[in-house]
């Protein structure tokens, strides 16, 4: 059943994410691929193979969108609650610990709470995401993991190697003085000690000219 709500700060988030996914695909279609492999196959096949990874990920995206979270259905019949208002919201009903939701005035199954955003109880419900305009379950938590777990190891193959994806590309060779890899991990994150570099802690600087030393 396909679901949508309209929260004008899930539709402000739908559209910023495929603006930013149509701006992508012309980065890299545009200033990535024509200017270095026009004149080979390779170009073409990369082409197909973003486009296709694009087409998967608008896809997948449209889904989450459009599905439903779990939503717990209202009963068929209209049931008093009246005498449940004094209990308040989570109340038990029975002793498989179902509740009763005072606003939607429906039994939920364990684990269930009412969205404020949606307006209506939801199964085993995390937090609504404006990402994709709807509650984010387990299953998304998972994906959203595997995605930043993927961003991180490029990001860091980036800054171990000195050299982003476009230069690699370009085949220019290195254009910068190789250094340690500690001392690009520095330039990143910071200096002193390596545990201190998942802290959002700032020092000034000792030297001024140090601010100056990455060579672009």
């Given at each position: 059943?396909?679901?949508?709500?309209?929260?004008?700060?899930?539709?402000?988030?739908?559209?910023?994410?495929?603006?930013?996914?149509?701006?992508?695909?012309?980065?890299?279609?545009?200033?990535?691929?024509?200017?270095?492999?026009?004149?080979?196959?390779?170009?073409?096949?990369?082409?197909?193979?973003?486009n296709?990874?694009?087409?998967?990920?608008?896809?997948?995206?449209?889904?989450?969108?459009?599905?439903?979270?779990?939503?717990?259905?209202?009963?068929?019949?209209?049931?008093?609650?009246?005498?449940?208002?004094?209990?308040?919201?989570?109340?038990?009903v029975?002793?498989?610990d179902?509740?009763?939701?005072?606003?939607?005035?429906?039994y939920?199954?364990?684990?269930?709470?009412?969205?404020?955003?949606?307006?209506?109880?939801?199964?085993?419900?995390?937090?609504?995401?404006?990402?994709?305009?709807?509650?984010?379950?387990?299953?998304?938590?998972?994906?959203?993991?595997?995605?930043?777990?993927?961003?991180?190891?490029?990001?860091?193959?980036?800054?171990?190697?000195?050299?982003?994806?476009?230069?690699?590309?370009?085949k220019?060779?290195?254009?910068?003085?190789?250094?340690?890899?500690?001392?690009l991990?520095?330039?990143?994150?910071g200096?002193?000690?390596?545990?201190?570099?998942?802290?959002?802690?700032?020092?000034?600087p000792?030297?001024?000219?140090?601010?100056?030393?990455?060579?672009?």
């Amino acid at each position: 059943m396909a679901v949508f709500r309209f929260d004008p700060c899930g539709i402000i988030c739908i559209i910023l994410t495929y603006l930013a996914v149509f701006y992508a695909d012309y980065a890299v279609v545009e200033w990535m691929v024509i200017p270095t492999m026009s004149q080979s196959l390779w170009g073409a096949f990369n082409v197909v193979c973003f486009n296709t990874i694009v087409f998967l990920l608008i896809m997948a995206h449209l889904r989450a969108v459009f599905s439903d979270p779990g939503i717990v259905p209202f009963p068929d019949n209209n049931l008093d609650f009246s005498d449940m208002h004094s209990g308040g919201a989570g109340s038990p009903v029975n002793k498989e610990d179902w509740t009763v939701c005072s606003r939607c005035e429906t039994y939920r199954p364990p684990r269930a709470h009412h969205c404020r955003i949606c307006r209506r109880c939801v199964r085993r419900m995390d937090h609504h995401c404006p990402w994709i305009h709807t509650v984010l379950l387990l299953i998304e938590s998972i994906l959203f993991g595997v995605f930043v777990i993927a961003i991180m190891c490029d990001q860091f193959q980036a800054i171990l190697s000195d050299e982003t994806a476009i230069e690699h590309l370009q085949k220019k060779g290195p254009h910068r003085p190789r250094k340690p890899k500690m001392a690009l991990l520095s330039e990143v994150f910071g200096r002193g000690s390596p545990l201190l570099w998942i802290f959002p802690c700032q020092s000034p600087p000792r030297n001024i000219e140090n601010l100056a030393s990455y060579e672009v």
